[in-house]
């Protein structure tokens, strides 16, 4: 369980063959984009009726109507357990007071006199938000969806969640209360690779829409891949995985139980421990076994420690420690260190940076009030979490004078020259007086 790599003693190589060195799960879209192609393609021809056929096959549920009805998102929240209800409250205010802090004012800048151009943010109009139902029913992730869509100014939000046939097929109780709590009241019980498709062609009672947020398995990141383009995507998400950055002053208790932690989500999660201390790696390579085996999810948790995506890294001191966990960007990086909060200011890439031995992941999986839809994969080299800004588009608006415009004709002459574009000059010329 957890294999060692070992990297002291040498000198670091490139940060690529160095991310290459590190265990991370792969995840191959390409292999399933033969099998999603059809299932969206049917959905885009034949609408409804595909949806209801391709639910039946693969999730065993009938659904004449996969819209859920609006009493049963009330049921939900009115049968919540009140201790779930109090927890999603704290989550959602968190949640709204971090995202409040992201909205973006227009800006207006004055170029020249007479010349001006205005940054308008504008939120798309209509979002599909996916939650995943699989291994485990995220409610939490229609909050870390939800909220920033609204505080964005999102008018028009539909949320899909895989059908359940221990809940006569809609989907999970949890996730519709959660809806009911956010006030989101269009609510389609499909999922996977027709889920997507459903928000981006439009089937039954749901309208296209414009952007689709929210994590899934790999038919779903394969069908985001495919429509995207029709549809705007928050990322191409794949296996949750963790980073710890850690030296000799870290809790062994406190990193076993979070590499646990991540690995309960997926047999394909990944689970790094970085450290400068030797002594710390033996120690919590000793403990994961036995929090292994008191948890509930044992198996899954044990596929994913044991498997090439998940491993102890050892590096001569932090300063190595920060070339490794930038190369390896990790979805979720907590440090725990001496001056973990200087350290964590140093790193650059990571979808979210945990500090000190009191912010453990799971805090920021619920209750942190930052977001936890974050880029996997590498993917942090480029790209961010979801958040405001993800709903938002920015629009240049461009107003200029006739005397501004006439100051700088003879600078478009000349590029439009330069590129062999000679009608763009003409536009300009035909607003010359004579």
């Given amino acids: 369980m957890l294999a060692r790599i070992d990297l002291r003693g040498s000198t670091l190589p490139g940060v690529r063959e160095l991310a290459g060195l590190l265990p991370r799960a792969v995840t191959d879209v390409d292999s399933v984009l033969a099998t999603v192609r059809p299932l969206c393609e049917d959905v885009r021809i034949r609408g409804a009726q595909a949806v209801r056929e391709i639910t039946a096959r693969l999730d065993g549920v009938d659904l004449e109507d996969f819209a859920v009805p609006a009493e049963a998102i009330e049921a939900a929240l009115a049968g919540i357990d009140p201790a779930v209800r109090a927890a999603l409250e704290e989550a959602v205010a968190r949640v709204r007071r971090v995202h409040a802090d992201q909205r973006r004012a227009d800006v207006t800048t004055r170029v020249v006199r007479g010349g001006t151009v205005i940054e308008r943010w504008v939120p798309v109009r209509r979002v599909g938000l996916y939650v995943p139902g699989g291994l485990a029913p995220l409610l939490s992730s229609v909050v870390m969806n939800v909220v920033p869509a609204q505080i964005a100014g999102v008018e028009s939000i539909a ?45 039954g009672s749901c309208e296209p829409v414009d952007l689709v947020t929210g994590p899934g398995n790999v038919y779903v990141t394969a069908a985001k891949r495919l429509l995207r383009g029709l549809i705007g995507i928050d990322s191409e998400a794949g296996p949750t995985e963790v980073a710890v950055l850690a030296d000799d002053t870290a809790d062994p208790v406190h990193v076993a139980a979070d590499l646990v932690s991540q690995a309960e989500h997926d047999p394909l999660a990944g689970a790094v421990l970085v450290t400068t201390s030797e002594q710390l790696a033996d120690a919590v390579l000793d403990l994961v076994p036995a929090q292994v085996a008191a948890t509930k999810h044992s198996d899954r948790i044990t596929t994913a420690l044991d498997g090439s995506q998940s491993g102890v890294v050892l590096v001569d001191d932090v300063e190595a420690g920060l070339a490794v966990v930038d190369a390896y960007a990790a979805e979720h990086l907590e440090i725990q260190t001496r001056d973990a909060r200087a350290v964590a200011m140093r790193v650059r890439n990571a979808g979210a940076v ?44 461009v107003e200029y004078d006739e005397q501004a415009l006439a100051e700088v004709a003879g600078h478009i002459d000349a590029l439009a020259g330069a590129e062999d574009l000679p009608a763009h000059a003409a536009a300009v010329r035909a607003r010359q007086r004579a």
């Fill in 159 to 203: 949320v899909a969640s895989p059908p359940q046939r221990d809940h006569g097929g809609l989907p999970d109780p949890g996730v519709l209360a959660a809806c009911a709590l956010l006030g989101v009241t269009e609510v389609y019980a499909v999922g996977g690779a027709q889920a997507i498709a459903v928000f981006g062609y439009g089937a």
């Fill in 354 to 397: 945990f500090v000190g031995p009191w912010s453990p992941v799971s805090l920021g999986d619920y209750c942190a009030g930052s977001n936890h839809v974050l880029p996997t994969g590498g993917c942090a080299r480029h790209s961010s979490g979801l958040s405001v800004q993800s709903f938002l588009r920015g629009v240049h608006v």
